[in-house]
């Protein structure tokens, strides 16, 4: 039996409002990813300034002299710039003049701090297992480090939203 036309209105009206309200909000990227979303924008908008084309998923590689220039436009040339050498006996290395240095520039605002603080953070456990120290230990050491790399990431969390949010500009500016 069909309901009386003044009960079924306001049913509908109320269905129609709860879902409406009942929407979720999109899940937002974790920062990690909005940085590498940034970070893969800014560099593939300098290697097409560069005059190569970025590699993409399911395409095939380039040949071997197209992927040396594009790594050397990506990753820089020559001596490396900037170097640190940590407490496990290892040394890191980067350059400061490829796509993805010009990348972190940009969104850290300050690569070689950058660089020293990221190196440092990410390599926190083998210091504390090549030092026989504990995990806190380490990280206590390095304080000021992880403080650095936090200001740094938060830097680069809100520059990349802005990259991401904005249409790059073009022209032979650096990204």
């Known amino acids: 039996m069909p309901l009386p036309v003044p009960l079924f209105l306001p049913g509908c009206l109320l269905a129609v409002s709860l879902l409406a309200g009942c929407t979720a909000p999109a899940p937002q990227p974790a920062p990690d990813e909005v940085i590498k979303a940034a970070t893969q924008r800014l560099t593939d908008a300098c290697l097409t300034r560069h005059g190569l084309t970025p590699s993409s998923p ?66 926190l456990e083998p210091e504390a297992a090549h030092t026989h120290r504990s995990l806190t230990e380490v990280r206590a050491r390095h304080h000021a480090d992880l403080a650095d790399w936090r200001r740094l990431r938060a830097h680069a969390l809100t520059t990349a939203t802005t990259v991401l949010n904005n249409p790059l500009q073009t022209g032979t500016s650096r990204p």
């Open 58 to 123: 399911g395409q095939s590689p380039p040949p071997a002299a197209e992927q040396q220039r594009v790594a050397a436009a990506l990753y820089g040339t020559g001596p490396a710039e900037l170097s640190i050498a940590l407490p496990t006996g290892y040394v890191v290395r980067a350059h400061t003049d490829g796509c993805l240095a010009a990348a972190q520039q940009r969104l850290y605002g300050d690569q070689s701090r950058w660089f020293r603080a990221s190196v440092i953070v990410n390599n």
